[in-house]
């Protein structure tokens, strides 16, 4: 039934109610029902001065009116001369204000589908109490890691996921690469448009933003950028924003933006270990349908030698199934002889990178340079020249070692966490940057390296 209708039956019930009759009609009959916002229904009088009349029976209105329709509404009395110049056109105004937004979600990117392992458990979690509850965990997350590990799948992720739950479909929710950012503004300015620009950003719910880090050395849009970053914050909305790198290394971005970054939370995904590089070829394999077995050490071998990032992962498989779908049309089982024909010039590839150069004898180079033994890298010494020998050869583990993860060189180090493999990445990379004998010493480790195993 419409209002009008609602409002009809209502006043029948009222009047049959209502014992004085000459009231009802001089006063009440009139009334029209006009629209309900935000819970309130707006109801007007062709004359001014009936308003306050009427008053004194609105109670008994919203009663009669409730109980019809089961509401819970309370009921405002206005003069029609009010209602046209204020709600009506506030209203109106209302809905002109919130223009459709196409949200760029990928719906393919889900928690569902996201696979969960020590490398990437801290930025799931994370991602998902957002979801759960966006503006309200953390804001901004950033999230920050190599490329292809997964920062836009959980991007998408958590849009998908608000969305999902947003039964009513009000959260304005915005999914855009940074690139697209830049190339919006740009083009709000030559059409004249940057007001509506500005309206369309600040009036999100959930701005999820990719690659923030090509937004260095854009002046103009940083400064956009940090106007509606500020505007968002202000009202309780949530920001994720995803960068190759954390806050403080990027560079080319002015110090008050990063600062904003780091207000919230900053979480990172590293390199998948071979359990979680596993998990995430069975997941792709179920998400496809494959419905031929292939042999675990298949699986085994693509897990530990196309693990840089997920993006060789997933590249490794459709390679393998695309071969089974030219050359292997009888064949019933995947097995590895089969599988490292389909990789054979990856593998070559991997070979020559990898397999002479291990994690051993980066250790033995550093520990003879140092004057040192590989027993004293591994232990727990806090000798300043131990202590820098290990370092440095935990970066070089990282840098030539295929990207190998944090965690791994932890285990290979005497069993370190990995956030100290991290800082002493980090500070490794910040000593070469400023001590010249430092860097000398790294650069002579690295050619000793290369050598041996060219
Ligand atoms: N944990 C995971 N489980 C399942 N699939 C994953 C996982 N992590 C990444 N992927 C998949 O790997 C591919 C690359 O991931 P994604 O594009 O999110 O990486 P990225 O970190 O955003 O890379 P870039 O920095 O290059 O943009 C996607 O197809 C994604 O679905």
Not at 70 to 86: C, P, R
Not at 137 to 151: E, V
Request: net charge negative; aromatic share 10%.
């Amino acid at each position: 039934m419409s209002l009008a209708e609602n409002w009809s039956q209502c006043l029948a019930d009222f009047r049959d109610q209502f014992d004085d009759k000459v009231i009802f009609d001089s006063f009440i009959a009139d009334l029209t029902a006009q629209d309900i916002i935000n819970d309130e229904l707006l109801a007007t009088t062709p004359y001014a001065f009936n308003v306050g009349m009427i008053e004194d029976y609105v109670p008994l209105l919203e009663k009669t009116y409730n109980s019809l329709f089961d509401a819970n509404l309370t009921i405002k009395v206005m003069s029609e001369a009010d209602y046209k110049k204020g709600y009506a056109g506030k209203k109106q105004k209302k809905e002109e204000e919130k223009p459709s937004l196409d949200d760029h979600l990928n719906p393919d990117f889900t928690f569902d589908n996201f696979v969960v392992g020590n490398s990437n458990r801290i930025a799931q979690n994370a991602s998902l109490a957002v979801a759960m509850k966006p503006g309200a965990a953390y804001s901004p997350l950033f999230i920050y890691s190599n490329s292809g590990l997964g920062k836009t799948h959980l991007l998408n992720a958590i849009g998908n996921f608000v969305k999902k739950r947003d039964k009513e479909g009000v959260k304005r929710i915005l999914y855009t690469s940074t690139e697209n950012f830049v190339n919006d503004y740009v083009s709000s300015i030559a059409h004249n448009m940057i007001d509506e620009f500005n309206e369309r950003y600040r009036s999100i719910d959930v701005l999820l933003i990719d690659d923030i880090q090509f937004i260095a050395s854009k002046t103009q849009s940083s400064e956009m950028f940090f106007n509606i970053f500020n505007s968002l914050q202000n009202e309780n909305k949530q920001i994720v924003i995803t960068s190759d790198k954390p806050p403080k290394d990027l560079k080319g971005i002015e110090n008050r933006l990063i600062s904003r970054f780091t207000n919230g939370l900053t979480v990172s995904i590293d390199t998948p270990e071979f359990e979680t590089s596993k998990a995430i070829l069975k997941k792709k394999l179920e998400i496809e349908k494959v419905d031929y077995p292939i042999k675990e050490d298949v699986l085994d071998f693509m897990a530990s030698h196309f693990n840089r990032d997920i993006r060789e992962l997933e590249g490794s498989l459709k390679r393998l199934l695309f071969y089974k779908l030219v050359f292997g049309q009888n064949i019933e089982v995947i097995d590895l002889e089969f599988a490292l024909q389909a990789f054979e010039d990856d593998y070559k590839e991997e070979k020559v990178r990898k397999v002479d150069l291990s994690v051993d004898k980066i250790k033995k180079t550093v520990a003879d340079y140092y004057n040192l033994t590989v027993a004293q890298i591994n232990s727990k010494s806090r000798t300043s020249n131990v202590i820098v020998a290990r370092h440095i050869a935990m970066y070089l583990v990282r840098n030539l070692l295929n990207d190998m993860s944090y965690i791994q060189i932890g285990k290979e180090f005497g069993g370190r966490d990995h956030s100290t493999v991290m800082k002493a990445c980090d500070k490794v990379e910040k000593n070469i940057k400023k001590d010249k004998n430092y860097k000398q010493a790294v650069e002579d480790l690295r050619k000793k390296l290369s050598k041996s195993h060219s």
